[in-house]
């Protein structure tokens, strides 16, 4: 419980069962000195209107470039004070809207695979090992018969590394008419 709750806990076990402040303080489980501690900070309600009409005028200011200009402007008050009032003012530095990447046309549907090496599906598999280092698994499934076409493990597989698997594999089995790779942003949407 926070020191403030604890304090109008005390004050509210005083009130309702008239006891001192000290048995108050004692069964609210605060220390006697914070009930009766008062605050010696000094206003900053001009300090802190005056770091609002800052932020309103440049609002791609954080408070490090508001700080700067306050002690331009004569301010004494520290950085870390005017990062405690601009919070307290519910400020923050707005952050640009990111440019989505350009999504690939859509070549139009693949149609269903009728019999086996016809259409295959890629995509990479993560996990880490027990001390923590992460690998990557390549997988190539056939589609019409659900074959595990291609499994290749490594800590960094390349685009260099994916074209020897496929080409190893073309080695010894047909390559497919489409193969159909699983884009993160469509595997996020689905």
């Known amino acids: 419980m926070r020191p403030t709750r604890r304090r109008e806990l005390a004050q509210w076990i005083r009130d309702h069962y008239q006891v001192s402040c000290r048995r108050a303080c004692a069964l609210a489980e605060i220390c006697p000195n914070t009930w009766y501690y008062t605050s010696q900070a000094r206003d900053a ?73 016809q259409h295959w599906s890629m995509d990479f598999v993560h996990d880490q090992l027990v001390t923590g280092r992460a690998f990557r698994v390549l997988t ?28 190893a594999v073309a080695a010894h089995r047909p390559l497919p008419k489409a193969i159909t790779v699983a884009c993160y942003h469509e595997l996020c949407q689905a």
């Not at 400020?91 to 690939?104: E, F």
């Not at 290749?152 to 260099?160: I, P, W, Y």
């Open 140 to 167: 190539v499934i056939d589609q019409w018969s659900r074959e595990s076409v291609l499994l290749e493990a490594n800590v960094a597989l390349t685009g260099r590394s994916v074209v020897e698997a496929l080409e």
């Open 45 to 117: 309600s001009a300090l802190r209107m005056r770091i609002r009409e800052i932020a309103q005028a440049r609002p791609r200011f954080g408070y490090t470039r508001i700080w700067v200009l306050l002690r331009r402007e004569g301010w004494r008050d520290n950085k870390k004070r005017v990062h405690r009032l601009y919070r307290l003012e519910g400020l923050q530095v707005r952050m640009r809207a990111r440019r989505k990447k350009r999504l690939s046309l859509h070549r139009g549907a693949v149609s269903a695979a009728t019999g086996r090496h």
